[in-house]
C-alpha cells in the first residue's frame, strides 16, 4: 500500500508541478503528516524532492527530472474506468489503483496534452447523490466489488421488503451499477433458478434471463465463497441494466389515474412528480396543443403504483391538480384533504386529533 502512494505522491509532483503538503494529501485521502514522511522516503530514495518555502511555496521535483515508471498493475488496469471519479472508485475500493493509473496516464503525455487533461478535469465534477438525500452507507461495496471483478460467488444475507424480511442467497455477481448515488449488484443466483441452494453450482455460466438486482445498502452481510464462476458469454451490463430499468417502472406502474392539471401543476410536475408520471404530464400537453380546456388546465393519464402512493405522490402538487379516476383514489385525496382543513382550522394549532 504505501510503495503505491509513495508512486501516487511522485506522479502527483511530475504531473502538476509545485504542489502544497495539503494538495497532496487531500488529493490522496492521507493526512499531511504521512505526506511529509513520504516526501522524506523519496527523497531518501534520490528522488529530487525541491521544498520551497514561502507563501508560495510548496514540493516540486527538480526541473528536467521524470520518471518512466508508467506501466499499470493489474489492479490499475481494472480501476482505470473509474480514473477521474475518486469518490466511486473509493467507494468500490479502488482508490488508490484509480488515481495511480490517472497520474501515470498523465505523466505519459506531452506536455501540452497534460495540461489539457489536467484543465478538463477542473472543469467537471460528478455528485452522484440526488438532492436533499445523503449516500447510503454500504459497508460490503469494495467486498462486492472485489468478487464481482475475480468472479468469485458470494453468500449474502438480504435485507427485502416482502416477508420473510431476511433472506440468504448464494449469487454470482455479474456487475455493480451506479444510480442517482444509490448502488446495485447485478447477480445470478448460483446454482440454479431458486438462489438460495448450496454453494455447489452447476459450472454453465447463467443467462442473462436469471440476473437479478439487489440494492448494495440492504445487504446485511456477505461471505466470499471459495468456488469461482465464469461470466456468461454476451452478458451486456449496461444492456441489462437498461431493459431492467425499463420493467421494473412497467411493473410499479400498475394502474392509471385520470387527473386535471392547473397551468401551475404543469409547471410544478417535473420537479414534484416521478419521472415516468412527469413525462406522462408532458405528453398530455403536447397532445392538449390547440384545444386545451376552457379554464386552461390539462387532463392527463398518469401512471400510478397504488391507491396510497399516488395520494402522497399527487398530493404534492395540492390544489393544482384534480384526481378524476379511479374512485378510490379521488376518495383518498379528498379525505386527506378533509382531515388537514380539520387540523388547519382549529384556533391557535393543537388539534386534539
Known amino acids: 500500500m504505501r510503495a503505491g502512494r509513495l508512486l501516487s505522491v511522485l506522479l502527483l509532483l511530475q504531473a502538476r508541478g509545485r504542489l502544497t503538503a495539503r494538495e497532496i494529501a487531500d488529493e490522496l485521502a492521507v493526512s499531511v503528516r504521512t505526506v511529509y514522511r513520504d516526501l522524506e522516503s523519496l527523497a531518501g530514495a534520490g528522488v529530487p524532492v525541491v521544498a520551497e518555502r514561502g507563501s508560495a511555496g510548496g514540493y516540486r521535483l527538480l526541473a528536467g527530472y521524470r520518471t518512466s515508471l508508467t506501466g499499470l498493475t493489474a489492479g490499475e488496469s481494472d480501476s482505470l474506468p473509474l ?63 472485489g468478487a464481482v471483478w475475480g468472479c468469485r460467488r458470494i453468500r449474502i444475507t438480504y435485507l427485502r421488503w416482502r416477508s420473510p424480511r431476511q433472506v440468504v442467497r448464494d449469487l454470482e455477481p455479474l456487475g455493480v451499477v451506479l ?91 417535473p420537479f414534484r412528480l416521478a419521472p415516468a408520471v412527469a413525462r406522462a404530464v408532458e405528453r398530455a400537453v403536447e397532445r392538449a396543443v390547440g384545444h386545451p380546456e376552457a379554464d386552461g388546465w390539462v387532463r392527463a393519464e398518469l401512471p400510478i403504483e397504488s391507491i396510497r402512493h399516488a395520494r402522497g405522490d399527487l398530493l404534492t402538487l395540492g390544489a393544482e391538480l384534480e384526481v378524476l379516476d379511479p374512485p378510490e383514489l379521488r376518495a383518498a385525496m379528498a379525505a386527506t384533504a378533509a382531515d388537514l382543513a380539520a387540523i388547519y382550522s382549529w384556533p391557535g394549532g393543537g388539534h386534539p386529533g
Open 179 to 269: 444510480k442517482s448515488g444509490t448502488w446495485y449488484l447485478v447477480a445470478a443466483p448460483a446454482g440454479g433458478a431458486g438462489g438460495a441452494g448450496g454453494a455447489v453450482a452447476s459450472p454453465d455460466p447463467a443467462p442473462q434471463g436469471t440476473a437479478r438486482v439487489y440494492r448494495v445498502a440492504k445487504i446485511l452481510r456477505m461471505e466470499a465463497l471459495p468456488e469461482s464462476f465464469r461470466h456468461p458469454d454476451g452478458f451486456d451490463l449496461a444492456e441489462y441494466w437498461n431493459g431492467w430499468t425499463e420493467r421494473y417502472e412497467k411493473g410499479v406502474y400498475r394502474a392509471t389515474a385520470t387527473v386535471r392539471l392547473s397551468p401551475e401543476g404543469v409547471r410544478m410536475a
Open 83 to 145: 480514473a477521474g471519479l475518486p469518490e466511486a472508485a473509493a467507494a468500490l475500493g479502488f482508490g488508490l489503483e484509480a488515481a495511480t493509473a490517472e497520474l501515470k496516464l498523465l505523466a505519459a503525455l506531452p506536455s501540452g496534452n497534460r495540461e489539457r487533461a489536467l484543465r478538463a478535469r477542473r472543469l467537471f465534477h460528478l455528485d452522484a447523490p440526488g438532492w436533499f438525500r445523503d449516500a447510503e452507507p454500504v459497508p460490503h461495496l469494495a467486498a462486492v466489488a
